[in-house]
């Protein structure tokens, strides 16, 4: 599976970014995806999780309310649209893949075993 992300970029505090990642290689409709993050210096974090029909979703605390992951299958996408983004925010977004699982909550990189190669998200306060 490949994993290309897209649609970050420079954006003032308070405004939206809509991330994508499009999966080629295999279809993924049947698993889990995910999104992390990972600020310079910092380990990488969970951010969101979807199941494989999109029926359940999962957020990290500090995004919730403000984040919403949701998938297309025909497209083999996730995305990530980011409302009221704050300077806190600003870090490389990496989209997932768990081909272990197709529900649940799964939040640790160990549990993902497809990964794209980041795009950066960078909020001006």
């Known amino acids: 599976v490949q994993l290309q992300a897209s649609g970050g970029g420079l954006v003032q505090a308070g405004g939206s970014l809509r991330l994508s990642c499009a999966a080629s290689?295999?279809?993924?409709?049947?698993?889990?995806m995910g999104w992390f993050r990972q600020a310079p210096g910092k380990e990488r974090e969970f951010v969101a999780a979807i199941s494989w029909n999109g029926g359940s979703t999962h957020y990290a605390d500090r995004v919730k309310g403000r984040f919403t992951i949701s998938r297309d299958n025909a497209k083999n996408t996730v995305y990530l649209q980011m409302n009221r983004l704050k300077p806190e925010d600003t870090s490389v977004y990496y989209c997932a893949v768990s081909t272990y699982y197709s529900v649940g909550y799964h939040l640790e990189t160990a549990q993902y075993d497809y990964w794209g190669q980041g795009t950066q998200v960078t909020v001006s306060s």
């Open positions: 290689g295999r279809t993924v409709s049947s698993y889990v």
